[in-house]
């Protein structure tokens, strides 16, 4: 029978590798988001927004900022798991993992701890660089935390999901470049549905990460396009559903077993 207190020490070990391992390259995992922020921040904030007056009383550039600093708190928290586990089969150490004295939801959550990690890293840096270009006050601070703690928890059990799954390099990028981009720029980032025409704004609905970004403008701004409790709802059931698949994916030894 495995010593619970031992379970515990092996997920706190595991959890500081993974954040050892994104912290020694801070340079390519915490700086290129935030210095991508700080260029739509620059291009689309000053140079865009001074063509748009406001949206919903609110400055352009002060609309915009809650949208990029969820956007890169989605990439950063989805590319660390991603990452992690992609390489920990590529070089077969995965297998350490198998046969250390942790359960599945300990490999599973400190995994997952270390990419929500990343992601608030990301995020503070933007909130800092955004803090710079313009004031920026918070109306729900709860409702603000609960948004951006459970979309790094459901981005990042969604890398664990990817890293699963890929067998290749260009396999780990289709979900990244085809779904998670695309449904992140389309999802409000940039703009209010609002000032879609009706069919396109029922399009939009459909789009998970509008409602992410969309209750996180909340907690900065106090305005939506969507009920808030709808939107903080559908956050809880997705991160529930990834977290409960990343379980049965390691239970059963999903392409980490021969």
């Not at 020694?24 to 935030?34: A, D, E, K, L, Y």
């Not at 009383?57 to 956007?71: A, F, T, V």
């Not at 790094?152 to 979900?175: H, Q, R, Y």
Request: aromatic fraction near 16%; glycine fraction near 6%.
């Amino acid at each position: 029978m495995q010593n619970p207190k031992s379970n515990y020490t092996g997920m706190l070990t595991l959890l500081k590798r993974e954040v050892s391992r994104f912290l020694r390259v801070w340079s390519q995992t915490i700086v290129p988001p935030i210095v991508t922020s700080l260029l739509f921040i620059l291009i689309f904030g000053y140079s865009l927004g001074s063509r748009i007056s406001n949206i919903q009383g609110i400055s352009y550039i002060n609309y915009i900022i809650p949208g990029l600093l969820m956007m890169g708190v989605i990439i950063s928290a989805y590319a660390n798991t991603s990452s992690s586990l992609f390489i920990a089969k590529f070089q077969k150490s995965i297998q350490e993992y198998l046969i250390a004295p942790l359960s599945y939801w300990q490999i599973v959550m400190a995994l997952t701890l270390a990419g929500v990690l990343r992601a608030l890293l990301v995020g503070v840096g933007i909130l800092i660089i955004s803090l710079i270009a313009t004031p920026i006050t918070i109306s729900n601070a709860p409702i603000l935390i609960y948004f951006i703690t459970l979309t790094s928890f459901l981005f990042s059990f969604a890398g664990i999901i990817t890293g699963l799954w890929a067998e290749s390099f260009d396999k780990m990028n289709v979900f990244s470049v085809f779904l998670i981009t695309p449904l992140t720029y389309l999802g409000g980032v940039f703009y209010s549905i609002n000032m879609l025409p009706q069919f396109w704004q029922n399009i939009a609905k459909f789009n998970p990460i509008l409602y992410m970004v969309d209750g996180f403008r909340f907690g900065f701004l106090g305005i939506s396009d969507i009920n808030i409790y709808f939107s903080m709802a559908l956050l809880f059931v997705l991160t529930l559903i990834f977290f409960i698949w990343c379980l049965y994916l390691f239970k059963k030894g999903y392409k980490i077993r021969s």
